[in-house]
């Protein structure tokens, strides 16, 4: 099967097109023929950096995947050849989804939602759920609360925004002002242009900040978030605020990664099919130019998701 590969962790020219057997599927498995691929900043970094995990022989980058259940194993009782599927399988280890098929555990899935494609749909999965683990299952988001989301108009940013205002929540976001209206359509309630504007100045009374930016945003969070409240923090735990200046204000913190989890796709599938959830699409691209996909993404520039169109339907 076609797939991508990077012959050496580090340079983008190293991400190539590569050809490998076809994955089988084991017990309790699923093969999927994927029709589109989700590139996330894990991926970029992974590649410049080096993967941690199990991976094969042949290194394939690529978490988000949907396609169309191609065979069944052993045990599996969800689904038939035939159904269409989306899901972020094995992550942090090595799923696979820069190839024609990958073959994981059945239920790291859930149907795709009725009413997108797949390259949407492949958007979807780890940007998601780690918006809704993060403001939902972490900090326990509910009607009223009030939520700063940081870096909203980016790929987790962009559907925490909608999560959050699906909940009943009054949504703050930090964005370059050419994002505002983008923002405002989304349902953001206000949104600040981090490049004119301290926005610790500019907000008070917070109940959950997501932070997707990191370094000294954690720090400066702090400051904005009340007593019980939540600082959710997501690119690296470096970004962490002091423990006993936190402790002193009375906020929690952590840092959260993503876990894949069926029942949050069964949530977020919802979400799309009641018209309250929609991903932006950044940039769409062939398989084999997932080198072009990873360069833009790594400009830090995009508006939504990257994704690579697998197959032709």
């Given amino acids: 099967m076609r797939a991508v590969s990077p012959r050496a962790w580090g340079a983008l020219e190293n991400l190539v097109p590569v050809e490998v057997d076809r994955p089988e599927p084991g017990l309790t498995e ?32 690529g978490y988000d995947v949907s396609g169309v259940v191609e065979e069944v194993g052993p045990g599996v009782t ?35 939602p009725r009413g997108i494609d797949h390259v949407r749909a492949a958007a979807l999965p780890l940007a998601a759920l780690t918006a809704w683990q993060g403001l939902v299952e972490t900090a326990g ?31 703050i976001g930090t964005a370059r002002e050419e994002k505002h209206a983008f923002l405002r359509g989304l ?4 949104v600040i242009d981090y490049t004119r504007v301290d926005f610790t100045e500019a907000v008070r009374d917070v109940d959950i900040v997501l932070d997707g930016v990191g370094g000294a945003y954690g720090a400066r969070s702090l400051e904005v978030i009340r007593p019980g409240g939540h600082l959710v923090t997501l690119p690296d735990p470096g970004g962490l605020p002091d423990p ?22 069964l949530a977020i599938a919802r979400l799309v099919d ?35 169109q697998v197959a032709d339907r």
């Fill in 274 to 308: 009641e018209g309250k959830l929609r991903v932006e699409i950044d940039t769409v691209l062939p398989l084999e130019e997932a080198a072009k996909a990873h360069a833009r993404g790594e400009q830090g520039r995009t508006q939504g998701k990257i994704v690579l």
């Fill in 187 to 190: 349902g953001a309630d206000e």
């Fill in 141 to 171: 988001l509910r009607a009223g609360h009030r939520v700063l989301i940081h870096a909203a108009a980016g790929g987790v940013g962009h559907l925490a925004v909608q999560i959050a205002k699906a909940r009943g929540a009054y949504v």
């Fill in 244 to 265: 006993d200046r936190a402790r002193e204000l009375g906020v929690h913190t952590g840092w959260t990664i993503v876990e894949p989890d069926r029942a949050g796709l």
């Fill in 30 to 61: 699923i093969l999927v023929r994927v029709h589109a691929a989700g590139v996330n900043p894990v991926d970029w970094k992974t590649r410049a950096e080096g993967a941690f995990g199990s991976w094969g022989d042949t290194p394939i980058l």
């Fill in 78 to 112: 969800l689904y038939q050849p035939g159904d269409a599927v989306f899901g972020m399988p094995r992550f942090p280890e090595q799923t696979g989804g820069y190839a024609e098929f990958v073959a994981a555990p059945a239920r790291r899935f859930a149907p795709k």
